[in-house]
């Protein structure tokens, strides 16, 4: 017999002794089981899915990160379709199951097809709540559930600028985060008088209130919404105090329903879900739920974690047959973190105070940080952390395990509380503990992958064990046990530049040097990238470094840049631009103010700002404006949104302060004229101070001068924002000649060392203030080569607006596109 012959014979064998399996719902829980029988006994059945979206099986959490720019609908793919065919499982997408005959044991899908089961599996998830509004059916009214909803928000903002988001909880927040990255103003409308109230007492919810307002959503907490407004389109919204709201979306992320009217017409029992016992087996024989459509001991679960864990159950029972298992599924403890960054919150369990209850609370206004660990018989029954998460790992544990706490005193409770360098939550967890609770991967399991497959990055631990697959909030502590587990700091480890490539940050830019290459695509293709668009990691990446290696050959591609630094302008939430003139060394006059004030007038610019940059900022210019604003104003672009020299922040010094010896505005002046429009990894912000009080801050920018006996202090990797550090004291010089070839050597150093997006606080603390005295200070022929390459670089710096200004063709990008009016 001949090898296809065989392999005919093999196939034949297996679709006909095996049992048929069939799946309803592509989605996450129903495809974990699949994985989970797979692992246990990969031929034991012949297995079909349908799936009602037209998607391979993808991570419905990372939708929030799609819609806030950070990853595209390729990038959450969990299984794509050569995973079915490699698995030999049946894919039938965009083709839901209409009925099943639970007698005959069959299925029938919409696109009049057939399967016939030995055991079936319900997956068919939630939907979203629709809020039975009049209105609730016109065009612009949807919910956040599935790649659909996200697409349609994303076009939407193409065209519109308003959105309503109704639902303060988790999803509506991510929602409204998502609408504020694609420039909309959001409005967000909840019932209650506090945020997440489900998963937040009234102090956490109110800071993350605070939070949110300060990233533009607006809030209209204990609001009703009677109805929606509009003719076909959504117009607007209208409350039950009369009140009523602009808008042009609504998006409903009020909760969820369990998708079970098949299951109900199938003779399946149904409560709130479909009711199965701890085995995930229904009332009817041969028949399964699991995931948000399954209702276990009175729960149905809404976060994956759970899910997964009924998976495991469903696969070990079904693949197991006759063996009898001890333990089926016992119910999950289940926590909250919520996705938008910059804001750190964590929830779990029983958190508001009750009469059995006593709490620990910890509330540090002037950090932002909130923790309140809830205490009943000698027992952490609940917890609530905003602005400060790294107890979490600790507290969850202690909750599970049922630690007994009597004798544990509050900074055991609350180690970060102790000020002092943590130890790592990993280090006191048990091997069974799970790291990723999403996958449910633990900790014994990943330290056995990185020692047996010689693991070196958090990447390549997702890879192996899918551990940070999902939600990612467990990837701080798989780098944590990769440092345990290696003994390697994980921060040095090389990590690839996204998820398009293997290839890191530094190798990225030896291939270009190496290979001579001068575009992102040709960076792209010639790299293997995984997608030829490349993602928005990679393709600033790999603008600027192209720039960097080679800033004369290799000319800049607009279209790998953001919308800031397309624009030149910094783009405000309401779509509209702010425009940042440049004021060396925060200097001005009377000529420039007039011209300002002129400006502002003829373009109705609504708000005018001092900066703590010492410039005067023009908010709520139109985009079309913009070319006719920099004419009219005949300034140099400030470079307000670039990652490139910010600004030099002056004291008055010698010139007129008593206590000035030295000209800190002159030195200020010729720093930014020299630096201007240099290309950086990430913004550069600078500061020239005439004497150790200070009053510039020259602390606390990438690169500070302060004025001392004798000479000048000079002071690196400062940073004055999220991340607050003091700059370290680089070295002590006496000439301004001095001054400027350090700042020289030390900023092509960084431009040529730093990876894209990494400040020089960070970047000082990666590489280490002693290896860059090395080649900055002692090397002499090294520092010389380091100046000549800045001076390269610095010869192609120009102005954008003037280079705008004087062109037509550029211009035409910013002329207003014509909006079809949809009625
Ligand atoms: C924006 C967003 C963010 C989230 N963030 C988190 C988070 O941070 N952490 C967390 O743990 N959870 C999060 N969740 C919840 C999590 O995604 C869900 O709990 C999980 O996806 C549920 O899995 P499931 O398989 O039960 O349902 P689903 O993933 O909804 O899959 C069910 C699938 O079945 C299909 N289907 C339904 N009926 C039929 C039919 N008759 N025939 C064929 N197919 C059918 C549906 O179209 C769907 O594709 C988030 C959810 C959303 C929407
Ligand atoms: S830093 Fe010193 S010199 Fe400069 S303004 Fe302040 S006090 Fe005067």
């Known amino acids: 017999m001949g090898y296809l012959q065989k392999k005919v014979k093999e196939i034949k064998e297996r679709w006909t002794v095996t049992e048929k399996l069939v799946l309803i719902g592509n989605g996450m829980a129903g495809i974990r089981t699949v994985e989970e029988i797979l692992k246990k006994d990969a031929s034991r059945f012949q297995i079909t899915v349908f799936g009602e979206e037209p998607h391979p099986n993808y991570n419905r959490i990372m939708l ?54 030995d055991k079936l599996i319900f997956a068919t998830g939630s939907n979203a709540f629709m809020l039975p509004l009049p209105g609730a059916d016109k065009e612009g009214v949807i919910a956040f559930r599935n790649i659909k909803d996200c697409e349609t928000m994303i076009e939407t903002s193409k065209k519109h600028k308003k959105a309503v988001v109704i ?26 008088d506090f945020l997440m109230e489900r998963q937040l007492d009234e102090q956490a919810g109110k800071m993350l209130k605070t939070e949110l307002e300060a990233q533009g959503m607006r809030f209209h907490l204990k609001k009703n919404t009677k109805q929606i407004l509009g003719k076909d389109r959504v117009q607007g919204i209208e409350f039950t105090d009369g009140t009523s709201l ?13 998708n079970i009217a098949l299951a109900q017409e199938a003779g399946l029992t149904t409560e709130r879900a479909i009711v199965v016992d701890d085995f995930m087996q229904t009332n009817v024989n041969q028949i399964y739920a699991v995931g948000e459509c399954a209702q276990h001991r009175g729960i149905a679960y809404g976060l994956v974690a759970p899910l997964y864990e009924q998976g495991k159950v469903l696969a070990a029972h079904i693949c197991s047959e006759n063996e009898s298992l001890e333990h089926g599924y016992q119910g999950s403890l289940v926590y909250t973190q919520l996705k938008v960054s910059g804001v750190n919150v964590f929830s779990a369990g029983h958190f508001q105070d009750s009469k059995e ?33 790294s107890d979490s790992t600790r507290l969850l544990s202690m909750m599970r395990n049922g630690d007994d706490i009597s004798a544990m005193s509050k900074v055991a409770l609350l180690p970060s509380e102790s000020g002092e360098a943590q130890v790592s939550p990993v280090v006191a967890m048990a091997d069974g503990d799970n790291v990723c609770d999403c996958n449910g991967i633990s900790k014994g399991a990943i330290c056995s992958a990185i020692t047996e497959n010689g693991l070196t990055t958090v990447e390549e631990v997702k890879q192996c064990t899918t551990a940070g697959r999902s939600c990612g909030g467990c990837k701080p502590l798989i780098a944590d046990l990769l440092t345990l587990t290696t003994g390697e700091e994980v921060g040095n480890m090389p990590e690839p530049l996204c998820g398009c490539t293997e290839y890191t940050h530094e190798e990225v830019v030896a291939e270009i040097r190496e290979l001579g290459l001068s575009h992102p695509r040709e960076v792209m293709n010639v790299l293997g990238w995984e997608s030829d668009e490349g993602c928005s990691k990679c393709r600033p990446a790999i603008n600027y470094y192209l720039k960097m290696v080679d800033p004369i050959k290799n000319a800049d591609d607009p279209t790998s840049r953001f919308i800031n630094e397309r624009a030149h302008a910094n783009i405000n939430h309401n779509g509209t631009f702010t425009v940042v003139p440049r004021m060396y060394g925060g200097v001005t006059d009377s000529g420039q103010l007039r011209k300002i004030a002129d400006v502002a007038d003829k373009y109705n610019v609504p708000l005018l700002k001092i900066t703590g940059g010492q410039r005067i900022d023009l908010f709520g210019v139109e985009k079309e404006d913009l070319p006719n604003v920099w004419s009219d104003l005949g300034m140099r672009s400030g470079s307000a949104y670039a990652k490139a020299l910010r600004t030099v922040k002056t004291c008055v010094g010698e010139q007129f302060c008593r206590f000035g010896t030295q000209d800190s505005i002159g030195l200020g002046v010729e720093l930014e004229k020299k630096f201007e429009y240099i290309n950086t990894p990430h913004k550069v912000k600078m500061a020239v101070s005439a004497c150790p009080r200070n009053c510039a801050e020259s602390g606390i920018k990438d690169f500070g001068v302060v004025g001392v006996d004798g000479g000048w202090e000079l002071y690196v990797g400062g940073n004055g924002g999220v991340d607050l550090r003091g700059g370290d004291l680089f070295c ?56 000549n390459r800045m001076e390269i670089a610095l010869s192609t710096g120009k102005d954008p607006w003037k280079e705008i200004v004087e062109n037509e063709e550029l211009q035409k990008e910013f002329k207003k596109k014509q909006v079809e009016v949809l009625s």
């Open 64 to 117: 929030s990160s799609v819609l806030q720019g950070d990853s595209t609908v390729d990038d959450i793919v969990l299984n794509d379709y050569n995973w079915y065919e490699e698995n030999h499982i049946e894919l039938l997408t965009g083709d839901p199951i209409v009925k099943v005959d639970a007698e005959k044991q069959v299925v029938y899908s919409q696109n009049g097809l057939e399967r016939s089961y």
């Open 167 to 192: 639902g303060g909880g988790l999803l509506g927040l991510e929602a409204a985060r998502g609408l504020l990255n694609l420039n909309m103003e959001v409005d967000v409308i909840h019932i209650a």
């Open 246 to 258: 602009e808008t042009d979306l609504v998006v409903m992320a009020v909760g969820i329903k369990p």
């Open 357 to 389: 209850t006593k709490a620990i609370r910890v509330h540090d206004e002037f950090e932002g940080i909130y923790k309140k660990v809830v205490v009943q018989d000698n027992k952490v029954v609940g917890a609530v952390l905003f602005g400060d998460t």
């Open 732 to 787: 002590k010089v006496k000439t301004k000649e001095e001054i400027i070839d350090t700042i020289s050597a030390f900023m092509q150093y960084y431009r040529e060392n730093a990876r894209y997006l990494e400040r020089t606080s960070h970047f000082v603390e990666r590489v280490g203030l002693d290896q860059m005295k090395q080649v900055i200070l002692e090397d002499e022929e090294g520092r010389k080569s380091l100046i």
